[in-house]
């Protein structure tokens, strides 16, 4: 038992925890301390598991972590998979719809059990290699734009998939794509029930964040992050070079 024993920390990667896949210092020294003294620490992320692989000796993360933005669940320590939720349904034809209507594209990413596959768009065969990789098991699909996505493009893509899917910007030029019913919010809950904690402390700094930090007992927005996150935020702490996780643990 400590200090924090049954607080669990929730963290999203990219631009919450680290700046440019850098993590401060001062992080890294206070999540040590966090997880010694009894707390959890989980990131949930967008990236793949093997992706935060890289950081296991540097960083702890002692429980459960959410990946592909919570599409898939593991435990860290034993690196086994607990859960995955995969895209249902038509996309592929609902994602042709997309890559027809929407000009506003430089390639494609389709993250799935296999691995990650990049599609780029001026490829002369980018239709029929989509429609190859939508036919696996996918996770989630994720779209970079050349220039920022408008409101305007993502209420195109929102319509174009309809029901039974989420489209949200993971930064300004990046748009995912993955099941409506499974998303960074469903995964923190699940994390915390099983790693038996009594509290959910959830922070992030882009729309993808937000269910998460709606779900959590007390979700925070890094002082760099969206308006719209800020604004569905309990707390707001600093900005993700500053050290924002150590701030949150200082305060708790």
Known sequence: ?????????????????????????????????????????????????????????????????????????????????????????????????????????????????????????????FSKKLRQELDRSVYKVLIHGVTPFTEEEMTFVRNALGDGYTAARSWETGIEIQNSSYHKGVAARRIAELAGAERLVCVGDYENDIPMIQEADVGYAVANALPSVKAIA???????????????IDEL
Do not use: W
Request: aromatic share 10%; net charge negative; glycine share 10%.
């Open 1 to 125: 038992m400590g200090k924090y024993s049954r607080i669990l920390i929730c963290s999203d990667f990219d631009g919450t925890l680290a700046h440019k896949a850098e993590i401060p210092q001062r992080n890294i020294d206070a999540i040590k301390y966090f997880c010694e003294n009894g707390g959890l620490f989980s990131v949930i992320t967008g990236r793949s598991f093997d992706f935060l692989l890289k950081y296991e000796d540097s960083l702890c993360m002692n429980t459960y972590v959410g990946c592909v933005n919570g599409t898939t669940v593991y435990h860290f320590p034993t690196r086994k998979l607990i859960s995955e939720k995969f895209v249902d349904g038509d996309i592929s034809e609902r994602m042709g719809k997309i890559v027809q209507g929407l000009d506003n594209i430089s390639d494609t990413y389709v993250f799935g059990r296999n691995g990650n596959v990049y599609i780029p768009h001026d490829s002369p065969d």
């Open 234 to 248: 309990d707390k707001l702490t600093l900005d993700v070079r500053d050290g924002a996780i150590a701030a949150i």
